[in-house]
C-alpha cells in the first residue's frame, strides 16, 4: 500500500519561508514522479511543482516560479518543496501526489496523494 505523509506546514509572515517534505513507503521514489498541489478555500486545486522519477527535470506553476524549488532524495524516499519570498496568496493546503511517467500538471493524472499539511501566510 503507497502511502505519503507531509509535513512542514505552518504560519509565516509574508516574505517568510518554509520547507515541506513528503515521505513516500510502500513505493521506491526513484519510480514515481512527484508534484506538489495546492488548494485554498472555494478554490480548484492547482499545480504548483513537479519533479521526474530521475530528478533532472522540474516544472514550476508560474505563480511560484523563482521562489519555489522542488527536489528529492531517493535515499530518504522524500520529496521537498522549499517556498521561500511566502506571499499571502500561498496560503493554502499543499498536497503531495505521485504518479508513474511523466510529469503532469493536471491533479487528475496524479495516482496517490498526501493528506495534505495547511500553509498560512499573513500580510
Known amino acids: 500500500q503507497v502511502q505519503l505523509v507531509e509535513s512542514g506546514g505552518g504560519w509565516v509572515q509574508a516574505g517568510g519561508s518554509l520547507r515541506l517534505s513528503c515521505t513516500i513507503t510502500?513505493?521506491?521514489?526513484?519510480?514515481?514522479?512527484m508534484g506538489w498541489f495546492r488548494q485554498a478555500p472555494g478554490k480548484q486545486r492547482e499545480f504548483v511543482a513537479y519533479?521526474?522519477?530521475?530528478?533532472?527535470?522540474?516544472n514550476y506553476a508560474d505563480s511560484v516560479k523563482g521562489r519555489f524549488t522542488i527536489s528529492r532524495d531517493n535515499d530518504k524516499n522524500t520529496v521537498y518543496l522549499q517556498m521561500n519570498s511566502l506571499k499571502p496568496e500561498d496560503t493554502a493546503v499543499y498536497y503531495c501526489?505521485?504518479?508513474?511517467?511523466?510529469?503532469?500538471?493536471?491533479?487528475?493524472?496524479?495516482?496517490?496523494w498526501g493528506q495534505g499539511t495547511q500553509v498560512t501566510v499573513s500580510s
Open positions: 510502500g513505493r521506491t521514489l526513484n519510480s514515481l514522479t
Open positions: 501526489a505521485a504518479r508513474t511517467g511523466w510529469g503532469r500538471v493536471n491533479y487528475i493524472e496524479y495516482d496517490y
Open positions: 519533479i521526474l522519477w530521475h530528478g533532472d527535470i522540474t
